[in-house]
Structure formats: C-alpha cells, structure tokens
C-alpha cells in the first residue's frame, strides 16, 4: 500500500495534472477506471488569492474522485502560502502539490513552473513555508531540469524532502524538451536512491508493459500517467490490471469508446453549461476516436457541432456505421 502523508492509495497508478484536461468531469471518468490517486490541472496562486471567478471553480472536486491532488503554481511565496492555505482549509483535497515542472513561457516569465529547477534553495524555502502553513500533506511535481546543463533533479528532490514534502513525482525531460524526445528514466531512478519519500515517476508510459518497466528499472513507487490517457482511461484500468495480476486486458469496442465520451461530455455540461463543454469536449471526443478505423472525416465534423444532440448524434452515428462494416465483414 502506497501512502503519501497520511493519505492511501489503493494502487500504483495515477493520472497526471494534465492543464486543460484535468477539470473534475476528466477525473471522475479516469478515477473509474481505477486511478489510484487523481490530480487536478495546476491552479494560479493569484487566481486563488484574488478570488478569480474561473479560477475559483477549478477548485471544485467531486466525492468520488478521491483520494485528489490539487496542484497550485506561482513564484512568489506570499501569494503561494496564502493559496496553498486557502486551498488547505476550503476545499476537500487530500493533497496539496506544487507545479515545478511546467514549460509554458508565459507561467517560467512569473518565475513559476519549471523556473524553480535552477534553484534547489528556493525550492527548499519555497516548499517549507507551505508545509508550515498547512495541515494536508504537500508533494511536488518537477521536471528533471531546466537543460541538459541544469540537471538538478536530486538536489531539487532533497530539498522538497528536507522542506517536509510528502512525495515527489519526476518528469524525466528538461524544461527546454518539452514534450519532445525521450524521457530519462535513469534520473528516476537516481533519485529515487537519493530521497526516502515516495517518487512517482512520469514520461513515456504508453503502455501497461511501459508501467511495469519503468517500476522494475527506476525502483519507482508509482507511476504517473499523462497523455496515454487521453481519450483512453481503458489505460489506467489496464495498467492497474496489469502491475497486479500480470494480465493483458484486450481495447474498447467503438461502441464503449462513445459511450464513455458521451459520459465524458455530460459530466462537462453539468459542470461548465452546455456552450462551453461542448466546444472544450470536441478535442476529447477526437481522442476518444483514436485507433477506430475511418474516424478522418467524423474527427473534421466534430469542430462544427455547436450542442450535444449535434456531437451525440455524429458519434452514435458514425458508431453505427463501424458497427455494420464489422457485422458484415463476419458474415462473409
């Protein structure tokens, strides 16, 4: 059983703080497929100091998606400590984490996001003055380093344990890497042998078979699954099958895919109005579409659906029409 703080996990497996991505309708849907731990997409700090209108519905957080990480960002450490308590007494997150890792320009310029990696002294001050200000655990997400000449992944991690940080989760690429490239699983596993709290380690987890390796070869406590899981928490549920009883599940029908991608879409329209989820859901169901054969031309009709009954029905639709081709392929 993996614990951060006092906060257990049922698994090994957890779905990263992906922005854009991670409002609660996402989690809900991935915590279903067993998640054993869920984070939120980062929230400003000032956005939170400031009673920001759409920041503070970021802050919103179904039951059942629990065990939750909320993940704040700044680089200041007033606003930072009085967010990070704000969000500590007013919301039901289990766990406070701190954005180390971003590469956006517009979040490093504020001296947030990955801008903290150059500077293991910051992070140490940074993290400590949270911890003192609040009772629910704190843990940090970072990426290995700036560049490939500002690699200071185990110092950064000694200083978020030594500031009482609860755990960390590692991205094995640079800042300047972005999402490019190959993620260095070697620095997991470096720092993994240099702190004693839990590490989670993120980067190149495709597959359940990836999951396993990385845990076998880093030494890692969990791993952190990102982008795998777009349009496909059939991953998450796979990988958690898979590090347990060593079983391949096989994929979704066409048809389970859409149902859940019109799961997906309800629980965005209860949550941000009917206008709103269905444009911010056109980039999902597009992901949702993936791996089904002939999905060219209903991917481009996705961008003009304005309502739900419009993206309901071109799904269920073109669902339909894989479903006659397979039925009649089988009867020849």
């Not at 997150?93 to 903290?116: H, L, S």
């Not at 140490?124 to 380093?145: F, H, L, N």
């Not at 560049?147 to 940080?165: I, L, M, P, Q, T």
Request: contains cysteine; glycine residues 8%.
């Amino acid at each position: 059983m993996l614990k951060i703080g006092p906060v257990e996990l049922k698994n090994r497996v957890v779905l990263a703080p992906m922005a854009g991505v991670c409002n609660s309708a996402f989690r809900l849907t991935v915590k279903e497929f067993g998640a054993g731990l869920v984070c939120a997409e980062m929230v400003s700090d000032k956005g939170i100091v400031f009673q920001n209108e759409k920041t503070m519905n970021m802050l919103y957080i179904d039951e059942r998606e629990k065990p939750l990480s909320l993940q704040i960002f700044g680089g200041e450490r007033e606003s930072l400590v009085q967010a990070a308590s704000f969000v500590d007494k007013n919301t039901n997150a289990d766990i406070i984490d701190i954005n180390m890792g971003c590469p956006v320009p517009k979040i490093t310029k504020c001296d947030a996001g990955a801008k903290w990696l150059l500077d293991p002294n910051k992070i140490y001050e940074m993290v400590s003055a949270v911890v003192d200000a609040v009772d629910k655990p704190v843990t940090v997400k970072m990426r290995m380093g700036w560049d490939e000449d500002h690699v200071f992944a185990v110092e950064n991690a000694r200083a978020v344990e030594r500031a009482g940080g609860q755990a960390v989760a590692l991205h094995g690429r640079t800042r300047v890497q972005m999402y490019e490239g190959h993620a260095n699983w070697d620095i997991i596993k470096e720092v993994k042998q240099s702190i004693n709290i839990p590490l989670i380690g993120n980067g190149d987890v495709e597959t359940p078979q990836d999951a396993k390796r990385m845990l076998d070869e880093t030494g890692c406590d969990a791993v952190m699954i990102g982008r795998a899981a777009l349009g496909n928490p059939w991953m998450i549920y796979q990988t958690v099958q898979y590090l347990e009883t060593g079983e391949l599940i096989g994929e979704p029908t066409p048809r389970e895919k859409i149902d859940v991608c019109l799961l997906h879409l309800d629980r965005l329209i209860d949550l941000k109005n009917e206008n709103v989820a269905v444009r911010e859901m056109r980039k999902h169901a597009a992901w949702y579409l993936k791996g089904i054969r002939g999905n060219g031309k209903v991917r481009k009709e996705i961008n003009e659906c304005e309502t739900r009954e419009d993206l309901a029905t071109l799904l269920n639709t073109f669902v339909d029409q894989v479903e006659e081709k397979e039925a009649s392929i089988k009867a020849v």
